[in-house]
């Protein structure tokens, strides 16, 4: 669930941002530049260690070429497959200001974030920050680092990363499904066919969105009504508009900001965004301050435990949420839209599934957290589409704290990383047969020995997404829900459909899905 600036638009609610503005942006911390400075010279045993200028990678013009002319704008996670063939498993890279380093092998990959120190960072954030200076506003776990960060993420951990306390939202997610399986028929009856839902990934965005603030704020916000309510209708819109301008503010230099008007419209969806997660928490404290002065026990989820709990100002909170709702809807909605595509081509897997999960959890009794653990398939088939289809397939990290010697190679401090997951998980070495939707290769009696560095899509280490197990929980129950209910089959006209580097791994068009009810068994 945590990728930098995961919806980056150009156009629409879940529009999305450009391969050229991915790979320069949401892994890459503009003003800091790579130098070779702190390498020169320095030795480790009898082996002079190289610097970053001994790097092969492309020119500015060979990036042009291939982004431009050869058409890679939405590929980049194709792109970088291509340069690691051309250069090998480590490069560099300069577009503009921007200076990085890949590193698209997964044993390097590992040496490197076990290298990164109590504080890792992905990059400074530096266009959120600027509208939470401007307005007076605390930093969330995204804009935060350092010791701050490492606090602030402590007390946000609490209640959501175990899995034992994210089982605690098992029925808050369930209510939320509930309530998807009613839109799924109501969508399949404005199709001519009946049984037609057409772009799955739109429906299923309003599912995660409706799910994490149902969590976050602790009460429901009308994304899965037929008619949203006005106010959620332009919450949801400013967070589209807020990440479609926020990458024209941090490509235009500073001096722009009165002359286009892409900076005011940055400041004023942000504005909307905090507006309306401000006004549910303050809510929401009203009822708690109400229960207090009647002496009652203050009792609650994520929300009340984050205000109750003493170790938040309401500024970290009002900050700390708004972040964590940003972060809270593309890994549930893609991977479950990714997930029904694949299990829609393969019906013997889909019927495996639905054994599976029609035997653990049979008729239409709610499945609990206790009946998950009982469904391996399951979990194997949220984990191989999540290997296929890594929701950010480019992510970054800062040597913020120390220089980081890697082969021979030794990276000053603040030099700028590019993790090219997607490229590490589809390689063969990793992977047999990686472009291949294969649930049982995560089977314990089937499983290669590999690094399990190939395919990490929550991430590593202390910066790895706090929402996970959050995430996970709607993934299971959402996905077996929906495989006890309906039997999905591919659209016959659709054909083939593949992924575009938009920030975030998205279909390359709409997937149309029909869902056909199946008798349950008493």
Not at 55 to 70: A, C, I, K, Q
Not at 222 to 232: F, M
Not at 492 to 520: C, D, K, M
């Amino acid at each position: 669930m945590t990728a930098v600036l995961r919806r980056c638009v150009l156009a629409g609610n879940r529009g999305r941002g450009s391969l050229l503005l991915q790979t320069c942006r949401a892994a890459v911390t503009p003003g800091r530049t790579v130098t070779g400075a702190a390498a020169t010279g320095i030795t480790q045993g009898d082996k002079k260690l190289k610097a970053v200028e001994d790097l092969p990678g492309p020119s500015l013009f060979t990036d042009l070429y291939w982004v431009f002319l050869r058409g890679y704008l939405l590929y980049s996670h194709q792109l970088q497959a291509i340069y690691k063939k051309k250069y090998g498993p480590m490069w560099k890279s300069s577009l503009g200001r921007y200076k990085t380093v890949y590193i698209a092998d997964v044993d390097l990959l590992e040496k490197l974030l076990r290298q990164e120190g109590k504080y890792p960072m992905r990059s400074d954030m530096e266009v959120w920050k600027m509208h939470r200076r401007l307005r007076g506003l605390a930093y969330g776990p995204f804009t935060e680092e350092g010791h701050r960060w490492y606090t602030l993420r402590s007390v946000l951990n609490k209640r959501m990363l175990k899995p034992a306390e994210a089982m605690l939202y098992t029925g808050v997610v369930n209510e939320v499904v509930t309530d998807l399986l009613v839109m799924l028929d109501d969508k399949m009856m404005e199709t001519p066919s009946g049984v037609m839902v057409n772009d799955i990934a739109n429906t299923l965005y309003r599912f995660a969105f409706e799910g994490i603030s149902y969590i976050l704020f602790e009460t429901r916000i009308g994304c899965l009504q037929k008619n949203i309510p006005p106010e959620t209708r332009n919450f949801i819109d400013s967070i589209g508009a807020m990440l479609k301008y926020s990458v024209f503010v941090s490509i235009f230099p500073a001096w722009t900001n009165n002359i286009l008007p892409y900076y005011n419209l940055y400041i004023k969806n942000w504005d909307n965004i905090f507006e309306f997660g401000n006004k549910l928490i303050d809510e929401k404290m009203e009822k708690i301050q109400a229960r207090l002065d009647r002496g009652e026990e203050v009792q609650g989820e994520y929300l009340t435990y984050l205000l109750s709990s003493g170790k938040l100002t309401n500024k970290e909170v009002y900050g700390s949420v708004a972040e964590l709702l940003l972060a809270g809807v593309d890994t549930t909605s893609n991977t479950l839209s990714w997930a029904l595509y694949h299990l829609s081509r393969d019906q013997e897997m889909q019927n495996s599934l639905y054994q599976e999960v029609s035997t653990v959890i049979p008729g239409e009794r709610i499945p609990t957290a206790e009946d998950i653990s009982k469904m391996p398939l399951l979990k194997a088939v949220i984990k191989e589409t999540l290997r296929m289809y890594p929701v950010v397939p480019t992510n970054a990290r800062v040597a913020a704290e120390k220089d980081i010697i890697i082969g021979d190679y030794c990276f000053p401090k603040d030099t700028l990383f590019v993790l090219p997951h997607y490229v590490m998980s589809r390689e063969e070495s990793n992977f047999p047969e990686p472009n291949k939707f294969n649930p049982r290769r995560w089977f314990r009696d089937q499983k290669i020995k590999n690094n399990p560095f190939s395919s990490i899509p929550f991430g590593y280490g202390t910066r790895a997404c706090v929402g996970r197990r959050i995430a996970e929980l709607e993934m299971y129950l959402a996905l077996s829900r929906m495989i006890r209910k309906y039997e999905v089959r591919p659209d016959p006209q659709g054909g083939e459909i593949t992924s575009v580097a938009r920030i975030v791994l998205t279909p390359g068009r709409p997937i149309n899905l029909q869902f056909l009810a199946r008798a349950y068994e008493s």
